[in-house]
């Protein structure tokens, strides 16, 4: 397993604890829209979450397969976002339509270098929250972070050292990372990024769900 998989499981776990920033938010609750990938992981740490706060006896630190037994076995289904519905935006998730107020049609694009366009979304609490707009074939320029960066693919897909990306898929990248996205052939990519998202869990929920992630 690798940095950027245990960081979007954490980051998964903020948004279950309702610790993170709102763009950040808004693209988890996105991502759930659009994938299936991590709905199901989602609810197994909703159903953590909601057996803590009764007070369940924890197992002791490592004995993972125990707990998740003892949560499965109490059976808590919780609701996860639905697929976005058919009115919707063909390209932008409804939790993104409502988090913008309007959809693709109403973002106001600044082109940024050739194929390569920018819409500032937003930036709340340090966190920097974009939409980018890549030509089909196109190379982002080479980068590193200072902080981390969450992508989230809205349409066509890109590739860079980490992988390959496509609608719905959610790529997670921290100042370990150096890389040079490029937007596949034949689809031009639209993206949802956020600059700076935070990647560590704190506070007691924290504490209580960290030794589901890391192992
Ligand atoms: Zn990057």
Redesign the pocket.
Known sequence: MNSSVSGLDTLLARYVTGDVPEPVRVMLQAHLELSGKNRGFVRDLEALGGAMLEGLEPAPVGDRDKRLAEIFAQDQERPVPAPADTQADPVLPAALVHYLGHGLDGVRWRSQLPGLKVCAVDNPDGVEANLYWIRAGTA?PH???EGS?I?LVLKGAFS?VTGHYARGDLSV?DET?D?R?RAGEGEDCICFAVIDAPLRLTGPIGRFLNPFLKQ
Do not use: C, I, L, Y
Request: aromatic share 0%.
């Open positions: 982002m980068h590193t972070h960066e992508t860079d990248a990372v890389h996205p």
